[in-house]
């Protein structure tokens, strides 16, 4: 069994940061990618960063690249997202997501999801 659980969700101000953590248990070490996404109210479920569990290859949405990083910790289970200059548009629930994904960058490629937690930006 896999658990995966993000913390580190909050209010901040727009140009503000936040990072975000995902502590993973179970047999983490066989998922190929671990990614994060988010979601607004009233809208789907999109992209936002994956990373390789055994490389340090990592993939970014083009509306986050520069401004988001994705990274991990193997000793402590965990993967972080990095987040800077927040804006208002990045408002959402942030998803960690763990799998063998076909495509880092669709939800429906990972298995395993956390809970979310909720990150908001005012302007």
């Known amino acids: 069994q896999v658990h995966l659980v993000e913390s580190g969700g909050g209010l901040v101000q727009a140009g503000g940061s936040l990072r975000l953590s995902c502590a993973a248990s179970?047999?983490?070490?066989?998922?190929?990618?671990m990614g994060w996404f988010r979601q607004a109210p009233g809208k789907e479920r999109e992209f936002v960063a994956a990373?390789?569990?055994?490389?340090?290859?990592?993939y970014y949405a083009d509306s986050v690249k520069g401004r988001f990083t994705i990274s991990r910790d193997n000793a402590k289970n965990t993967v972080y997202l990095q987040m800077n200059s927040l804006k208002p548009e990045d408002t959402a629930d942030y998803y960690c997501?763990?799998?063998?994904?076909?495509?880092?960058?669709?939800?429906?490629?990972?298995?395993?999801w956390g809970q979310g937690t909720q990150v908001t930006v005012s302007s």
């Open positions: 179970g047999r983490i070490f066989s998922f190929y990618y």
């Open positions: 990373i390789r569990w055994s490389s340090t290859s990592t």
């Open positions: 997501a763990a799998g063998y994904p076909n495509n880092y960058d669709v939800p429906r490629g990972y298995g395993y």
